[in-house]
Structure formats: C-alpha cells, structure tokens
Nanobody
Framework: VQFVESGGGLVQPGGSLRLSCAAS????????MSWYCQAPGKERELVAA????????YYADSVKGRFTISRDNGRKMVFLQMNSLKPEDTAVYYC???????????WGQGTQVTVSS
C-alpha cells in the first residue's frame, strides 16, 4: 500500500493550489479517501473525505466553501482543490484510505503547503 502526494508549494494568501494523491497496492475503488493536514507542533487533523463512489463528502468547518475534494477511480487518484488559501492552511498535507479514520498505517511523505506573503 502506497500513497504519493504532490502539488504543494508556496502561495500567497488568497491563492490556489491543487493537490494530487496517487494510491496503489489496494482496491482503490472500494475505499473512501481522506485528506489530512499537520501543521508544525500540532496533531494531524482531518481536512476532507470522499466516499468510494464520490457520493458522500465531508469537509472540516475550517475549509468549507474553499476546498473541494474529488477522485478518479480509473486513475486511482484523489485530489484536493484549495482556493482562497489562508496562512493558517500552512501544513503538510497527506492522503489516506478511509472515511474519517485511516484504514492503513503507512502514510505517505505528504506535500508541503505554505501560505505566506
């Protein structure tokens, strides 16, 4: 099982980024997928989740209306479109299989998002 996140970077407040996650080693299409973030000195926290077929979606209150999670089961990928970014969104972002609870223990390396002017 492997998760490879990409798409992070340095962006100014109000800017946008699109994160991608490529998953492998399990039957992607039957698992919900989630994005988490971990800021320096803080615990990892749930940002968004999407059900296996995409019919159910969850967002943390802090990102509602700004972030959009989506998935492509054919390519075994999950995405996080991040708009109107704020400095407090600065964190390392990870994807993992599972609906709000990680179903595997082997997290990827994550992708760093830094929002700063």
């Amino acid at each position: 099982v492997q998760f490879v996140e990409s798409g992070g970077g340095l962006v100014q407040p109000g800017g946008s980024l699109r994160l991608s996650c490529a998953a492998s080693g399990f039957t992607f299409s039957i698992y919900a997928m989630s994005w988490y973030c971990q800021a320096p000195g803080k615990e990892r926290e749930l940002v968004a989740a999407i059900s296996s077929a995409g019919g159910s979606i969850y967002y943390a209150d802090s990102v509602k209306g700004r972030f959009t999670i989506s998935r492509d089961n054919g390519r075994k990928m999950v995405f996080l479109q991040m708009n109107s970014l704020k400095p407090e969104d600065t964190a390392v972002y990870y994807c993992i299989a599972g609906w709000k609870v990680a179903q595997f223990t082997n997290w990827g390396q994550g992708t760093q998002v830094t929002v700063s002017s």
